[in-house]
T-cell receptor, first 113, second 114 residues
Framework: AQSVTQLGSHVSVSEGALVLLRCNYS??????LFWYVQYPNQGLQLLLK??????LVKGINGFEAEFKKSETSFHLTKPSAHMSDAAEYFC???????????FGSGTRLQVQP | DGGITQSPKYLFRKEGQNVTLSCEQN?????MYWYRQDPGQGLRLIYY???????QKGDIAEGYSVSREKKESFPLTVTSAQKNPTAFYLC?????????????FGPGTRLTVL
């Protein structure tokens, strides 16, 4: 069975600082990995996804993530945080055996001025 | 504009009542999904459908029912058998239902049981 663990339910950074949101997964087959962002009382928006090919994936709003198979990780980073990045971030996994997404519990990012 | 609409945005229900949440998409997507979101628990899959007139139970289907009579519509009924229905409900769709597809989400319906 698939599972996703997001370390840290709340992360606080200063504006301009590095953003690092951690995601580890378990899957018995090669995974497909996604990061979504959710603003308050809204739906989710895709930031980026990894399916095959290059392990460093670039997404929208300056975010990127690296798939590391040996570490079963897919951490999300952004070099310089902006106030508008404050939101909740979800890591999710799917694979050939399960077409729906399995989500982590989310990380709420706070950006301090 | 193409997208997913959910209605109503807020819904209040008395205990013992069934309620139906609407989800419509004009993206011409084959697959549609319902998720439930509770604080600190992420999203959990209730039901999904990869084609008209067919749907599968997700991880937490008990107390819920769905139908898929039209490609663009996937309504969710929360029945009185659902013990704790207060939550934020999100509908999503994807092109062909493949595991690599991006899922596009609606704005959600917040259900509160009084």
């Amino acid at each position: 069975a698939q599972s996703v663990t997001q370390l840290g339910s709340h992360v606080s950074v200063s504006e301009g600082a590095l953003v690092l949101l951690r995601c580890n997964y378990s899957s018995s087959v090669p995974p497909y990995l996604f990061w979504y962002v959710q603003y308050p009382n809204q739906g989710l928006q895709l930031l980026l996804k990894y399916t095959t090919g290059a392990t460093l994936v670039k997404g929208i709003n300056g975010f990127e993530a690296e798939f590391k198979k040996s570490e079963t990780s897919f951490h999300l980073t952004k070099p310089s945080a902006h106030m508008s990045d404050a939101a909740e971030y979800f890591c999710a996994v799917s694979d050939k055996g399960r077409r729906a997404l399995t989500f982590g519990s989310g990380t709420r990012l706070q950006v301090q001025p | 504009d193409g997208g997913i609409t959910q209605s109503p945005k807020y819904l209040f229900r008395k205990e013992g009542q069934n309620v139906t949440l609407s989800c419509e998409q004009n993206l011409n997507h084959d697959a549609m999904y319902w998720y439930r979101q509770d604080p600190g628990q992420g999203l959990r899959l209730i039901y999904y459908s990869q084609i008209v007139n067919d749907f599968q139970k997700g991880d937490i289907a008990e107390g819920y029912s769905v139908s898929r009579e039209k490609k663009e519509s996937f309504p969710l009924t929360v029945t009185s058998a659902q013990k704790n229905p207060t939550a934020f409900y999100l509908c999503a769709s994807s092109g062909s239902g493949q595991s690599t597809d991006t899922q596009y989400f609606g704005p959600g319906t917040r259900l509160t049981v009084l």
